[in-house]
């Protein structure tokens, strides 16, 4: 069955970086976009980033322009996303999204990121 296991998150010091793995079994990697997206408390869902399937493209929301990374392996079926220079309102829970047309839409179960001092 279709999985997509995040981690990587955890707390970082404001200023600091941490880098989100996203694992995928279950389907051909390779033929789909995947996307990040996080949810801060009492907020909704913010798309944050994606990459194309073949990675040679990618887009940001403008607040992470600059400071976090996506980027993905095909041989190891997994996404990444490099957060640096982070902020406490970069506070939230992180979601991989596997996404091809507008049938095949997956989710992981999502990774916490704390940013305080």
């Known amino acids: 069955q279709v999985q997509l296991v995040e981690s990587g998150g955890g707390l970082a010091q404001p200023g600091g970086s941490l880098r989100l793995s996203c694992a995928a079994s279950?389907?051909?990697?390779?033929?789909?976009?995947m996307s990040w997206a996080r949810q801060a408390p009492g907020k909704g869902l913010e798309w944050v980033s994606a990459i194309y399937n073949d990675g040679s493209n990618t887009h940001y929301a403008d607040s992470m322009k600059g400071r976090f990374t996506i980027s993905r392996d095909n041989a190891k079926n997994t996404v990444y996303l490099q957060m640096n220079s982070l902020k406490p309102e970069d506070t939230a829970v992180y979601y991989c999204?596997?996404?091809?047309?507008?049938?095949?839409?997956?989710w992981g179960q999502g990774t916490q990121v704390t940013v305080s001092s």
């Open positions: 279950g389907f051909t990697f390779s033929n789909y976009a």
């Open positions: 999204n596997a996404r091809r047309g507008s049938r095949y839409d997956y």
